[in-house]
């Protein structure tokens, strides 16, 4: 695992993920994917936009009722046979876990992938306690072998190629034979499938996480397409789901629509392959499935969240278009926002869990282009919400000195409108001739932090308020 | 205070209200206990017949394989045209099911053993509890009868499918399960498959068989 979190050096994080060859190929699998796979999918479906209110409804419905749902979810778990554990922190989260294995005296444990166990730290806690965490989902197992976090909600190693795969299962494997063909990935994956069978069948907890808990049964819904997370929950002896409070749906068929828009958001299938409905232990005439059925119920910031300008995050269901429609991940990946959670919902939410003095570049790392909140299937209005941490920044005095300075200048000219048109078409005209005949400046001075990945534009040679005015008057002459 | 307490107290502060706020909880209650229905897609809907076209149609896009037996007794047949299509030996694994125990196996030269997988079966087979149109998915529960171990550890799973048990959309499956264990209780393990297993880790690319059966067929008996 990275040292946790980088994310205060962001800027630094960028600038060596722009640089970073391998890391720019494989990114380019996320721009053409995941977009086109998503767009064909909703197209298919005439009710998808009128699913996407009904989702954003439902989430807002559960938030303002969290209290009462939790207590009617908690009721059913321990109803089913199952046990329901609260964590106020991450800290308590994993040390429930912690001491769970411990007490049934584990020594591995198979994890499903869960992106709040990683929020919580759980794999370097059962780590410290002697405990072996194996990640079982393809690509968190390449990136657990590679000490790294994972650069995507739900696609973990979507930073790497695959002969940075190859490399690493060479390396680790040993006792496979060395001359063993893996240019493919298809042998890659046979690899990985039968390295973990082993690890399945030898663990004694099992770990997942949850993408819905049930209020009606007491039920947690996972959803994969490898089917990892039900081998990790139905072959050891004890079931821990691990969970964050705003999981809830009310009813069944509350689960029923936001399944209909997760799995077209996030990877542009109809529907995952295994959606797994899970409810206590193994009933008396089961021959399979666990003995034992925990929930860890996490909150970690999170019941603060609610009732502030934050809450819209809270209707947050992991599918990661955000991220796969943001033109910042892809250009830096993952990894550069240096927590849990990347892209757009992680520029909202790490503020929020880990504090804006640490996270304040992030709601930063935009360009406003507004497509994450396009494709959000609750509709949160993400750049709405980068904006309060903007200004939550700003009044804190956390921004740069230089970009406080720069807003301080505009704000002297801004306030003279005269003076401000002046210098701006000087400005204009001034960088259009500079740049006459190329149309683009390749390197500005004081400007080399911008120009160093990009162009900029030259200007056409008239303000913007110049323009308008030109073309009101030509309307007004027409009418 | 309990973490429990903690957690509650501070929802409710953030929210502004009270923990004994009765129209609030009464609308909780009601909401759980209607479970009303919310938008479903119309592709599934319709006739008997439609909708075992359009789970046909869904489930082969995600690469499971269809066969169809008119007569249940006709799927043991079924069953070993398809593994000796695959070379598969003929050998399968099951629970023990009424509907699969009585058919007749022998008959087509099949293997039987009986109980959950431990991980050595190549091959089993599984009565689906239902079939949902919109997105060519199996609803499978757990218990003696079907084990969940078997979808998931053997390569190859089969399951046989009543026609008339495809139903248009996921709640129609949610209302069996009301009807069959009580409404708010539900089996262990509901499992709702759509397709063999699959990963895209690999940079994006589509590969079958990642953790669970790289092969899914289904027979669909009846019309």
């Known amino acids: 695992m990275t040292a946790y979190p980088t994310s205060p050096q962001f800027r630094e994080n960028a600038r060596a993920a722009l640089a970073d060859g391998q890391l720019q190929k494989a990114l380019g699998n996320v721009r053409t994917n995941f977009i086109a796979k998503r767009a064909a ?18 989430r807002d419905h559960v938030l303002a009722h969290l209290d009462v749902y939790l207590e009617a979810y908690e009721r059913k778990v321990i109803e089913s046979g199952g046990h329901v554990h609260w964590a106020r922190t991450a800290e308590e989260a994993s040390r429930i876990i912690v001491d769970l294995a411990k007490s049934r005296g584990a020594r591995s444990v198979a994890k499903g992938k ?9 794999n370097a806690a059962l780590e410290r306690a002697g405990i072996k965490a194996v990640e079982t989902d393809l690509g968190e197992y390449i990136i657990q072998l590679r000490g790294e976090a994972p650069s995507h909600i739900i696609a973990p190693a979507v930073h790497l190629n695959q002969e940075d795969v190859e490399a690493e299962f060479r390396r680790v494997h040993t006792w496979l034979p060395k001359d063993r063909d893996l240019s493919e990935p298809e042998s890659l994956l046979a690899e990985a499938r039968a390295e973990l069978r082993a690890k399945f069948l030898a663990a004694d ?49 509350d689960a029923a629509g936001l399944l209909r828009v997760l799995a077209r958001s996030a990877t542009g299938q109809e529907m995952s ?49 955000c991220m796969n429609h943001c033109p910042v991940y892809h250009a830096v990946g993952g990894h550069a926002y240096g927590w849990v959670y990347p892209g757009p919902m992680g520029a909202v939410l790490t503020p929020s869990l880990i504090g804006v003095d640490k996270a304040g570049h992030l709601p930063n790392a935009s360009t406003f282009c507004g497509r994450c909140e396009s494709v959000c299937p609750v509709r949160i209005p993400l750049p709405k919400l980068m904006r309060h941490w903007r200004e939550r920044e700003f009044e804190r005095h956390l921004s740069p000195a230089v970009s406080r300075a720069g807003l301080g200048l505009w704000a002297f000219f801004a306030r003279r409108p005269a003076l401000y048109r002046f210098v701006t078409g000087l400005t204009i005209r001034a960088l259009a001739w500079a740049a006459r005949g ?11 932090g911008w120009t160093a990945q990009r162009d900029l534009p030259a200007p056409q040679g008239q303000t913007f308020q110049a323009q308008w005015k030109a073309q009101q008057a030509k309307q007004r002459k027409r009418s | 205070m309990s973490a429990r307490e903690d957690i509650l107290s501070n929802v409710r502060r953030s929210l502004g209200v009270s923990g004994i706020d009765a129209p609030r909880r009464a609308s909780v209650e009601a909401r759980l206990a209607a479970h009303a229905r919310g938008i479903a897609p119309q592709r599934g809907q319709g006739d008997a017949a439609a909708r075992l076209k359009m ?37 399968l694994r099951m629970g023990d099911d009424a509907r699969l125990r009585n058919l007749a196996w022998g008959a087509a030269s099949l293997e039987i053993s009986y109980g959950p997988s431990a991980g050595d079966d190549l091959n089993s087979v599984s009565f689906a509890e239902a079939g949902v149109a919109e997105t060519g998915t199996l609803a499978l529960v757990s218990g003696a009868h079907n084990p969940t171990t078997l979808n998931f550890l053997p390569d190859n799973h089969i399951v046989i499918l009543r026609a008339s048990d495809i139903e248009a959309d996921y ?22 498959v759509t397709g063999p297993s699959r990963s895209a880790d690999i940079e994006q ?12 067929h289904v027979v669909i008996v009846g019309d």
């Open chain 1, 41 to 58: 999918v909703a197209d298919r479906l005439p009710e998808f936009e009128a699913l996407r209110d009904q989702a954003r409804d439902l």
């Open chain 2, 55 to 91: 789970f046909v149609e869904q489930a082969q896009a995600v690469a499971t394989s269809i066969a169809h037996a008119a007569d249940v007794n006709e799927a043991p047949a079924q069953i070993a045209e398809f593994l000796r299509a695959h070379n598969l030996p003929a050998h």
């Open chain 2, 171 to 192: 709640e129609a499956v949610w209302a069996r399960l009301r009807e069959r264990y009580g409404a708010g209780i539900m089996p262990r393990t509901v499992n709702l």
């Open chain 1, 438 to 448: 190329k149309g683009r400046f390749k390197s500005l001075p004081l400007a080399s």
């Open chain 1, 205 to 253: 907890i099992g770990v997942t996480g949850a993408n819905f808990l049930v209020a009606e049964t007491g039920t947690s819904i996972i959803v994969t397409n490898e089917g990892n997370g039900d081998l990790s929950q139905i072959l050891p002896r004890v079931h821990v789901v691990v969970a964050s409070i705003e999981k809830i749906v009310p009813t069944l068929e």
């Open chain 1, 114 to 122: 869960s992106m709040v166990s990683e929020e919580i730290g759980l």
């Open chain 2, 205 to 216: 690319k589509l590969l079958l068989g990642a953790h669970g059966p790289r092969r899914l």
């Open chain 1, 273 to 321: 392959v295994y959606t797994t409905l899970s409810t206590g232990p193994r009933r008396a005439d089961d021959l399979d499935g666990p003995q034992e059925y925990h929930v860890v119920l996490v909150d970690n910031g999170r019941s603060n969240m609610l009732g502030s300008e934050f809450e819209e995050m809270l209707r947050c269901i992991r599918c990661g278009a």
